[in-house]
């Protein structure tokens, strides 16, 4: 079975990443998780970074019982037994681990499977909670998930380590999407932004695949059509703050020709800071708090789109949205 | 989609739909047009800085025909045109250095000007379509959409306040709805001509900090006018709670909420 499928009654996928560690992956996912479980839907929030999680301590989870670990160590391959309570009612939480240095992340091949499995999980919504960086490991959740959220601040280093993710993801997308060596060489060294073929923009590099293989070309398009990532600006304190999203979206659309979309900002708010020390979602914490607002209505944004049926939610999509960026399935690489 | 600037339509360069209203086309440019602008947060890791100058170029050259309802009408009327005149074939923008011109041709004045890379010929003097035709074009076209022209712009609306209507107004909700709506304390204060400081005080809820009952339902009432949201929606409701909290309600609120209630 393909994992990008979404089957009827399955979960919808939700990953939150963002490259930069601090941004507020963590916060945003444990946050929209909660809001999500208190707006009646059943919830299971993934910790898919295995050196330095935390979503159980946001989420009121002090010592997790088990965790993702022991699926990627082989010790317990039914995902449902992972899966612990939460104080939350209709939240549950799969942890990562923070110790287990020996643990490895899965290879490519492993982790499609993991994430055929996160979609059988009993739940309405699972929320991965991505680590920081660029890994392949961080891209595959991120790409095969139904809806990838990239969040960033308004700082200059939240929005290269954005984009570098944005990048990174973009062109692993296209990478799998490519079926000939030639053009999945020409993707190889377009990443490499110094090459000698004077790739440097994804024009540039349609280009090149075009010249190589027209159908590859239409591949390619495709794959790119496919991919909307969301938007979310944490830590807003002005309005030029709230600009940024419409910024970055722009540059996705005319430099990238994604369609990005700008899911929400969250303010910068003291109360974030209290209710990480109280071990809880702002949401649940402090529910009347300026950003405990913007983060019940992004979670309410995304659950009346899945409710509309389609995934944009701004305006008629010219064709249904392929949940699989890959063409079947391949070796692991 | 995966467009050169140069295929991009003048709609597609200041990403909106074909029927934006002129306050979208005013907020798109100025949103569009300051993601490139010096070394702008959004751009400059990505893109280079002659790449953004041309880019500003082909975005207010954008703005210029789409601002000005005579030429937007004869430039809509060209798209038009050349969106029912039969393809010759697919023409692939990249087939040779001429492309780009071929596809746009029967927009070639409005186009010519955003070729890929460096090379621009000077900006021509006349505008590429004249007035005089622009206006024999379509004397009897509606001029505006029938939406109220204060609304908010379409991407933003899924945004707006989702408290259910007749919520309370608190300090937090009214700069809620001023960072929806684009503005920072500085632009409500040239608007309102009220100190920026009172303007924080109101959005803080420092209610010790502001003046007597009857200037606070003012300020609130010039606020609530400058966001384009009914007053009467506004006033009431803040003034309550500031006279509530004056009749002497517990102390120790910031940003309109409770401290700490945890449960």
């Given at each position: 079975m393909n994992p990008g499928l979404a089957r009827p009654g399955a979960p919808r996928l939700l990953a939150v990443g963002g490259g930069k560690g601090g941004v507020g992956k963590t916060m945003l996912a444990a946050n929209l998780a909660a809001a999500m479980a208190r707006a009646g839907q059943r919830v299971i929030a993934v910790d898919t970074d295995l050196e330095g999680a935390n979503l159980h301590t946001a989420l009121g989870v002090p010592a997790p019982r088990t965790s993702l670990a022991e699926y990627v160590a082989r010790r317990e391959l039914d995902l449902e037994r992972l899966v612990v309570d939460t104080p939350i009612p209709g939240l549950r939480l799969i942890a990562g681990t923070?110790?287990?240095?020996?643990v490895a992340q899965p290879r490519h091949f492993r982790r499609v499977e993991l994430l055929g499995k996160l979609r059988r999980l009993a739940a309405d919504w699972v929320l991965v909670d991505l680590g920081a960086g660029t890994h392949p490991s961080v891209m595959d959740y991120f790409l095969v998930g139904d809806d990838g959220v990239l969040v960033l601040t308004p700082e200059p280093t939240s929005v290269e380590n954005a984009y570098a993710f944005l990048r990174a993801a973009f062109y692993r997308r296209l990478r799998l999407a490519m079926t000939t060596e030639t053009t999945r060489k020409l993707v190889n060294q377009a990443m490499d932004q110094g090459n000698e073929r004077g790739i440097r923009t994804p024009l540039d590099l349609l280009r090149a695949v075009r010249e190589s293989s027209p159908a590859e070309g239409e591949r390619f398009v495709a794959a790119v059509q496919s991919f909307r990532p969301r938007l979310v600006v944490n830590g807003v304190r002005t309005a030029e703050d709230v600009r940024l999203g419409f910024a970055v979206r722009s540059v996705c659309r005319k430099y990238f020709g994604l369609d990005a979309e700008y899911l929400g900002y969250v303010n910068h708010d003291e109360a974030v800071a209290e209710a990480i020390r109280a071990r809880q979602p702002v949401v649940v914490s402090h529910p009347e708090a300026d950003a405990a607002v913007y983060l019940v209505r992004i979670a309410r944004k995304l659950i009346d789109e899945r409710a509309r049926g389609h995934a944009g939610a701004l305006r008629a999509r010219p064709a249904p949205r392929p949940h699989s960026p890959t063409p079947p399935p391949r070796p692991p690489l | 989609m995966m467009k050169s600037l140069a295929e991009m339509d003048h709609y597609e360069v200041l990403e909106v739909p074909r029927d934006a209203r002129p306050n979208e086309i005013e907020r798109a440019f100025a949103l569009v047009r300051a993601a490139y602008e010096g070394d702008a947060l959004a751009a400059y890791s990505v893109i280079t800085p002659d790449e953004a100058k041309l880019w500003r170029e082909r975005i207010d050259e954008a703005y210029r025909v789409l601002s000005d309802p005579a030429l937007r009408r004869a430039y809509d009327e060209a798209l038009d045109a050349a969106q029912a005149a039969p393809p010759d074939d697919e023409v692939d923008p990249f087939a040779d250095g001429a492309g780009a011109e071929e596809t746009a041709a029967p927009l070639a004045g409005f186009v010519e000007r955003a070729a890929p890379r460096a090379e621009l010929p000077p900006a021509p003097e006349a505008p590429p379509v004249s007035l005089a035709a622009a206006h024999a074009a379509s004397p009897l076209r509606v001029e505006e959409p029938p939406r109220r022209d204060d609304a908010l712009p379409r991407d933003l609306e899924a945004f707006e306040e989702d408290e259910e209507a007749g919520a309370e107004w608190t300090g937090a909700r009214l700069r809620r709805a001023r960072l929806l709506r684009g503005l920072e304390i500085d632009d409500v204060s040239r608007a309102t001509k009220i100190n920026p400081t009172y303007l924080r005080f109101l959005e803080e809820e420092r209610f010790d900090g502001l003046p007597a009952l009857v200037y606070v339902r003012g300020f609130v009432t010039a606020y609530a006018r400058v966001l384009g949201i009914d007053p009467s929606r506004v006033a009431p409701s803040y003034v309550a709670r500031c006279e509530e909290h004056r009749r002497g309600r517990p102390r120790g609120r910031f940003l309109g909420r409770p401290h700490a209630p945890a449960r």
């Open positions: 923070q110790s287990h240095l020996g | -």
